[in-house]
């Protein structure tokens, strides 16, 4: 076979993966049409999107009242459709679409990042029909939440900061900057990613002087991107909010979850406490309940820490990892089901990555940067309400773990089958 029709090969092999991912997504949406809701954030972003249409006030709970509870990027996308087509029947189903779309590019991404991160094309291509294939992606795909954009965004981020690891090209540090820009408008816990590169420039043997100079053009770059977001910010509260100010609610829900937690007022309480105060608005609420919730956790840090450390190292990240984000079944696939192809993802993961680690010196960096990824989400959500859907965008990397470990195995196969014959 010349290298012409392998190329074309791949280029066709791709194509088919990207139709496949796009079909079982389609076919929801057809099925569904835009009655599929979770009736929560989803219908949130929508009336926000209305709203910042109608106003040009960017709003969440209440649509006369501004809002730095969420980041802008999903009223951004949603908006931008319904500017064109409409916040009715039509412009729903576009902005459905859209997500679909955004989750087949998710499929694609992953295929680039499993490639590129095991310098295998079948991990690429085994990865990405996983992820077409992954039941929870093809519902979150049909949901309009932060997930499926971020998802997106997040693949190709971590794929060009790999590249950018072994290029130190200009072009790649533009590419992951502009794309971990698109990830902070969606959600503000990925805010640290550059302190995770930086640590990892530093024990790739980086020149200091070029880490220096490309963080000039990066940083650069991020503050002219961000800087419209702060002076919002600054003109609407009066104060300077760097992304969101809506942590002290899921912080305060944090604190109740675990064991040894103060129980001197239960949160049904405190909730009513706030309602009575007819006046605070919503994001005077959040800082009250940041400011109750940090008194908790002193309180219950003080009262016992053994079972605070217990509660933020390993209760936690089992309630975040412990089942999948599936809280509306498709194609008739039970929730147990769900959960339980979703553990054994995480088990061929770990597998991967502790065999690769003494038997790949090839991706062993890829491997610890992977993994320090994989930590950082996990502790910053788990230091607030940590619970399954907090998962859900880091998937893929879960996947290309597993990926890896199903090509290691079919490879010691052959040589077992080889030995013997």
């Known amino acids: 076979m010349t290298d012409k029709s392998l190329v074309l090969n791949e280029k066709h092999l791709t194509i088919a993966l990207l139709i496949l991912a796009f079909m079982v997504r389609w076919v929801v949406l ?23 249409l109608s106003s040009g006030k960017l709003t969440y709970h209440d649509p006369n009242e501004a809002t730095v ?22 412009g729903l189903y576009i902005v459905k679409l859209l997500f679909v779309f955004i989750g087949v590019m998710s499929v694609y991404g992953t295929k680039l990042l499993g490639e590129y991160f095991s310098k295998r094309k079948t991990v690429g291509y085994i990865s990405a029909l996983i992820l077409a294939l992954y039941v929870p992606q093809i519902l979150t ?27 130190r090209k200009r072009s790649d540090l533009v590419a992951l900057t502009l794309l971990y820009i698109c990830c902070l408008y969606l959600r503000p816990t990925i805010a640290l990613y550059p302190a995770i590169l930086f640590l990892f420039l530093l024990f790739r043997k980086f020149p200091v002087k070029l880490i220096f ?13 961000v800087m419209p977001w702060w002076v919002r910010n600054f003109v609407v509260f009066d104060e300077f909010i760097p992304l969101s100010g809506g942590a002290g609610n899921p912080l305060l829900l944090g604190t109740f979850q675990g064991i040894g937690y103060p129980a001197e007022k239960d949160l049904e309480t405190i909730v009513r406490e706030l309602d009575e105060k007819e006046h605070l608005s919503w994001y005077n609420r959040f800082k009250e309940e940041e400011s109750i919730a940090k008194d908790r956790l002193n309180h219950w840090w003080t009262k016992d ?49 502790v065999y ?32 399954n859907r907090y998962n859900h965008s880091l998937m893929p990397i879960i996947i290309i773990g597993a990926a890896i470990l199903l090509v290691n195995f079919v490879d010691l196969s052959k040589k077992f089958i080889r030995v013997k014959l």
Not at 73 to 85: D, E, K, N, R
Request: aromatic letters at 22%; one cysteine or more; proline letters at 2%.
């Open 69 to 90: 509870h969420i980041m802008p990027g999903m009223t951004f996308i949603i908006s931008f459709v319904f500017l064109f087509f409409g916040s009715g029947t039509i």
């Open 356 to 387: 690769n680690l003494f038997k790949n010196k090839q991706i062993r960096f890829h491997i610890f940067f992977i993994i320090s990824i994989l930590l950082y989400f996990t502790i910053s959500y788990s230091s607030f309400y940590a619970f």
């Open 141 to 167: 795909d049909n949901l309009l939440l932060t997930e499926t954009p971020f998802t997106m965004f997040f693949i190709f981020c971590i794929y060009f900061t790999l590249k950018y690891f072994d290029t």
């Open 305 to 353: 820490r053994s079972a605070f450390l217990y509660s933020f190292l390993v209760l936690k990240p089992k309630l975040m990892w412990e089942y999948a984000f599936y809280w509306i079944e498709i194609y008739d696939f039970k929730a147990n089901t769900i959960h339980k192809i979703h553990q054994t993802l995480l088990l061929l993961f770990s597998l991967g990555v």
């Open 30 to 52: 057809l099925n569904h049409g835009t009655s599929l809701t979770l009736n929560s954030d989803d219908t949130g972003y929508v009336r926000s999107a209305i709203n910042l």
């Open 213 to 225: 100079k490309h963080a000039l053009i990066s940083g650069g770059i991020v503050l002219i991107c």
